[in-house]
């Protein structure tokens, strides 16, 4: 494993786990030239997951993607990188795990939504306006609105 501050590829593992959802093992490294320390993820490959996008193309399912759409929501937030990675690994687990290998990619932001609607309810408004595609303030009102609602529910309950 080549250390991505200095390039050195000697290094050791100094904290080895596995994830939440035990989909992959999460390496913590320490590399013997620098001595900084970096994480590694080490997963099993071999589910080709298709996206249909909403202009009807397919692609191969890219984690990253998720992630970064996961991370510019995230911005500012206090929510730990973790935190924000485990919500990749919980959607891409879900979606391996479903009946097909073929999703709409509106369901994949539809998973995002509903953890990140658990977390934090600004993160969730980010993502839902570039998901959803808002183009004007209203839209961002009644998805606010919205949250207000079920917020006053869940204390009426």
Same mark, same amino acid.
């Given at each position: 494993?080549?250390?991505? &501050?200095?390039? @050195?590829?000697?290094?050791?593992?100094? $904290?080895?786990?596995?994830?939440?959802?035990?989909?992959?093992?999460? #390496?913590?490294?320490?590399?013997?030239?620098?001595?900084k320390r970096f994480t590694t993820y080490e997963?099993?490959?071999?589910? @080709?997951?298709?996206?249909?996008?909403?202009?009807?193309? #397919?692609?191969?399912? $890219?984690?990253?993607?998720?992630?970064?759409?996961?991370?510019?929501?995230?911005?500012k937030r206090p929510l730990s990188t973790e935190?924000? %990675? @485990?919500?990749?690994?919980?959607?891409?687990?879900?979606?391996?795990?479903?009946?097909?290998?073929?999703?709409?990619?509106?369901?994949?932001?539809? %998973?995002?939504?509903?953890?990140?609607?658990?977390?934090?309810?600004?993160? &969730?408004?980010?993502?839902?306006?570039? &998901?959803?595609?808002?183009?004007?303030?209203?839209?961002?009102?009644?998805?606010?609105?919205? %949250?207000?609602?079920?917020?006053?529910? $869940?204390?009426?309950?």
């Open positions: 494993m080549k250390c991505p &501050y200095c390039g @050195n590829t000697n290094n050791k593992v100094v $904290d080895k786990r596995e994830t939440e959802n035990n989909i992959a093992t999460r #390496r913590r490294r320490e590399c013997s030239g620098c001595s997963r099993i490959e071999g589910i @080709n997951l298709i996206v249909i996008k909403k202009n009807g193309t #397919r692609v191969a399912f $890219d984690k990253t993607r998720v992630e970064k759409g996961i991370m510019r929501s995230c911005e935190t924000k %990675l @485990n919500i990749a690994d919980e959607v891409e687990s879900e979606l391996i795990n479903g009946e097909t290998t073929e999703i709409k990619s509106t369901t994949i932001g539809r %998973l995002v939504m509903k953890r990140l609607r658990k977390l934090d309810k600004v993160a &969730y408004i980010r993502f839902a306006s570039v &998901y959803r595609d808002f183009e004007d303030v209203n839209e961002f009102h009644d998805e606010i609105s919205k %949250l207000i609602r079920k917020k006053k529910g $869940d204390n009426n309950g």
